[in-house]
């Protein structure tokens, strides 16, 4: 197909002016960094096989053609070498027409609350998710964009959380194990082991890198209370800013310590509550009351954190922005926990309440998504 | 023992004048906020029990005294709450006397250039590492510090990077496996296993959480060439600020793709080069030209991000700052990598030569190391 009207040269830029009308303008640099040659690129991995120093830095394009097929071929001095580019790859890596990929930012999410699930939370069935690709493409998929997910009717049995990270990703292994049990324990090291109520939180900000995925595997139920709660925090994150840009502001450049010790464990970080991008996109959020160590600042911004820090506290525990379900038996629910945060109520001493739960990356799972998305 | 001179209320602060002259200046919501009674802090586990939003915005302070301990007494009102602190806590704790804790920063690290080394790059052996809490102290705290450690005479049996882990935290398993081979293979889908020179760089950017702990393990080296190069990717980003601040904030603030494609995995992530904290230290490097993705940047942007770029990978490239070694059959390295870039030199076809690698991650690391130095 016949994608290119003009090939033209101005100083050390390639201009092209497509048949839709469209223009580029490309640096000679960035073209000949991009060579798809096989000098340039391994033929099996597509990996670069030369570095950025190697590139002349008198580097120029002495002439720009375009062979039978249409594809360009710019031959670049003082090296005399030939680069032939397809318009198609042209069309769709030019940076001047295309918008970068970024599986993380919330502009690429899909921001939800409440009522976006007044007609309940959609679920799909562990057979389905087991069975076919398009049942992994729809959980998959469904952490992506909505940034969680509920497999229903899945074994109640031991272990079967590690069962489901290995169709999806990896697992990952903590101070907790590979797999935790979520259930009341006598002295227990984390509250997340008593029947206690749980705010709203991410897991584990002291841990550094953070666990991208959370699984929660819900084995037996019969307590009073002990209801699951999720918000979306790139929805309140959007709030905060929407309702203060100084608050957003304070809490994406002041970064603060979390904490977990025990006995056998002393986790420590420095992060952001609210992580942003170049593009000042929010990427990762943190909360946790629990885990806060000694909020540490220049004494001069102490008090506009602590009102960023409240307003922030306040917009996450608002109930319009809160789902909240019973979690069933043969349920999990999976999530991203750089955006999704996750409470409970409390519940009852009587009757049993079993989770087992189990961290795994966003990194592996997005892989596999990319990997059958390009397969359909 | 007796460390306050003076206490006095000025508005919402508490005013502390320290016996050796220091004062301190407290905001009442940060004292309230980090109190460390029974009913706001778990006993068993020191988690805080309470949230940001429970705490009144109209809270202020009566009265403070201290008790014939020398304990700080703190009434807050309106809710009628007393919270009692050590003297010790409230100046180990205080924000305006104390550091904040951050094991990430360029700052708390001990950068490193070839002649740091001009006697030779120190060697742990692996028994003193295996049997004595010293020898785990010493490997942590130089990768901690230096970014890396060389543990050497370690058995050459199969899989023994993995015990190495298991004496210091968790795997990350990847797409790579738990553990991998790195030797020369027929269609590699990596050029690490080639026989190729490598230049220096950082594994996996295009995989976020990137694994911030490699390990590389020698197990048979006969070729001619092979050897491992190591720069301290802190120090050069130091030297690329020195050298052209402007270039510097160029690959913080401009985020770039990589990437890693094979027949199942498909890698992407939009990360920057260089990653700065709150207070502009570096935290974080990422270089590896094989896997750079296309280049996306707004075209106004992409003549100044070349130059940087070019700079960046110049300076990482200088000869002075990178030490090289044979790594011999029986050692182990491992390094930081968010902060040591690696490489090795092009190896024969004759001979063999033949490294198990896996990746960890910091945090574990830092935990052991935090509680081993407390036990000290």
């Not at 060579?35 to 580097?59: A, H, T, Y």
């Not at 999410?109 to 562990?126: E, M």
């Not at 900000?205 to 995925?213: F, G, L």
């Not at 918000?231 to 603060?256: C, H, M, P, Y």
Request: aromatic letters at 10%; hydrophobic letters at 35%.
């Amino acid at each position: 197909m016949k994608l290119i009207k003009k090939l033209t040269l101005e100083n050390d830029d390639l201009i092209i002016v497509w048949q839709d009308g469209k223009q580029s303008q490309l640096f000679s640099h960035w073209l000949r960094d991009h060579c798809q040659m096989p000098v340039s690129r391994n033929e099996n991995n597509g990996q670069r096989l030369f570095s950025i120093i190697d590139i002349r830095k008198d580097l120029y394009i002495e002439e720009v053609t375009q062979d039978s097929e249409g594809n360009v071929c710019i031959l670049f001095q003082p090296e005399n070498h030939l680069s032939v580019f397809s318009q198609d790859w042209l069309r769709k890596n030019c940076y001047d027409l295309n918008n970068h990929f970024d599986d993380r930012s919330e502009k690429n999410k899909k921001l939800w609350q409440k009522n976006t699930f007044n007609d309940g939370v959609p679920k799909i069935s562990y057979n389905y998710f087991h069975q076919n690709i398009e049942g992994k493409l729809q959980v998959l998929c469904s952490i992506r964009d909505m940034g969680f997910c509920i497999i229903k009717d899945a074994p109640t049995k031991e272990g079967q959380v590690l069962a489901v990270i290995k169709e999806l990703g990896f697992t990952r292994e903590t101070n907790y194990g590979k797999l935790f049990e979520v259930r009341t324990e006598v002295n227990p090291n984390n509250l997340a082991y008593t029947n206690m109520g749980l705010g709203s939180h991410t897991d584990n900000p002291y841990r550094d890198p953070v666990p991208t995925v959370q699984l929660l595997h819900c084995l037996e139920s019969s307590t009073e209370g002990g209801d699951s709660v999720l918000v979306d925090g790139f929805n309140a994150a959007k709030i905060l800013r929407q309702e203060s840009s100084d608050n957003f502001l304070t809490l994406t450049k002041n970064w603060i310590n979390f904490r977990f010790k025990d006995e056998e464990t002393d986790l420590r970080s420095r992060v952001p509550m609210i992580e942003v991008n170049d593009n000042n996109e929010v990427i990762k959020v943190r909360y946790n009351n629990r885990s806060i160590d000694t909020i540490n600042l220049p004494a001069v911004k102490i008090r506009s954190f602590y009102s960023a820090y409240r307003h922030w506290g306040e917009v996450i525990e608002r109930d319009q922005l809160k789902i909240t379900f019973q979690l069933l038996p043969g349920e999990i629910i999976l999530f991203d926990n750089t955006r999704v945060m996750h409470a409970r109520t409390a519940f009852s001493k009587k009757g049993k309440r079993h989770l087992q739960g189990a961290y795994a990356d966003l990194d592996g799972l997005y892989s596999l998504l990319n990997i059958l998305q390009s397969k359909q």
